[in-house]
């Protein structure tokens, strides 16, 4: 790991570790990527509280030490359950890298640390969905070992849907 990253699980409870996880989420959100809308202000005002009162979620958090320890990547992540394995899974739901630090591995880092804590919570697998367009996040998933989901290639490859409630 590069020496100079600080790589750890968020304390959701740490003033410090809510705002720089407030702060890369509202920078991802202003992303093309995320969105390109800055958080709610409902948002702003209740993820951290929201984000305590929930045992099954989790984020990991990347520090520059030799930036003064400024944030500069963020996983939030849901546990859920497989069915079909009868264990509990790992969803990647949010990966953000500062632009500053895209290019030097903060996400592969990152995502060791989440695979390393999804394993210790007795998870078979970890999951995500990756726009299309997103291709360097496409190659940095591929690269640590995700592949397109499916369970018969007669059948296909899953497809990510939702409907907004």
């Known amino acids: 790991m590069q020496t100079n990253l600080r790589i750890f699980q968020a304390d959701y409870a740490d003033a410090n570790h809510i705002s720089a996880l407030m702060a890369l989420l509202d920078g991802y959100a202003r992303d093309p990527m ?3 809308e800055p958080l709610s202000e409902f948002a702003r005002e209740n993820l951290p509280v929201a984000l305590r009162a929930r045992p099954f979620l989790f984020s990991v958090l990347a520090f520059d030490e030799a930036q003064n320890d400024v944030p500069v990547g963020l996983i939030n992540c ?3 359950f497989s069915t079909f394995a009868c264990q509990p899974l790992v969803n990647v739901h949010d990966v953000v890298v500062a632009a500053s630090h895209r290019g ?4 592969e880092y990152m995502l060791a640390e989440v695979e390393a ?3 210790l919570r007795g998870a078979c697998k970890l999951t995500l969905e990756v726009l299309a ?3 360097s996040a496409q190659k940095l998933y591929r690269r640590v070992g995700f592949d397109n989901y499916q369970l018969s290639p007669t059948m296909g490859h899953a497809q990510f849907m939702q409907k907004w409630l």
């Open 34 to 36: 995320g969105g390109a």
């Open 78 to 80: 849901v546990e859920g």
């Open 104 to 107: 030097k591995r903060v996400g």
């Open 117 to 119: 804590l999804a394993r």
């Open 133 to 135: 367009g997103n291709v």
